[in-house]
């Protein structure tokens, strides 16, 4: 091993680019996967979100009309910071199902969430404040 080694660091700042998807389906998730996803993000995610990053206005502006598939990218492939990818797939879509509800997305129904990328793909986020 030569020289230190690089610490590795979340950058807050940092933006995702990702096109609209208006014109897309609202998604659709089952109450008890956003509550398996609560119980998810409380053990797992909560330690490093503050309240308010992930839940309220700026959830809002960062994805609000943005298809559901980029947000499960994002969150399976970065997260946890100190194990990315290190959740069940059904884990991640729990968390992005109670992400949904936290940020009234009013599209609980009949149908979950499913580690389907064809179907997250065809379906969008749908949130306010």
């Known amino acids: 091993m030569t020289g230190a080694p690089v ?3 979340a950058d807050p700042g940092a933006r995702v680019i990702i096109s609209t998807a208006s014109d897309l389906p609202t998604a659709s998730y089952l109450p008890s996967q956003a509550d398996r996803g ?3 993000y ?3 995610c909560a330690m490093c979100h ?3 990053q992930l839940i309220g206005q700026i959830f809002v502006d960062q994805w609000n009309n943005r298809r559901v598939y980029d947000l499960y990218a ?3 492939s970065t997260m946890p910071l100190d194990n990315p990818g290190g959740l069940k797939d059904g884990e991640y ?3 992005i199902a109670y992400l949904l509800r936290a940020n009234k997305h009013n599209a609980a129904g009949l149908d979950s969430l499913r580690a389907d990328t064809v179907s997250l793909r065809k379906t969008r986020i749908s949130v306010s404040p």
């Open 74 to 76: 994002l969150v399976r």
């Open 93 to 95: 879509l729990d968390v």
């Open 50 to 52: 503050a309240g308010g």
């Open 7 to 9: 610490p590795l660091r």
């Open 42 to 44: 409380q053990s797992t």
């Open 38 to 40: 609560e119980r998810v």
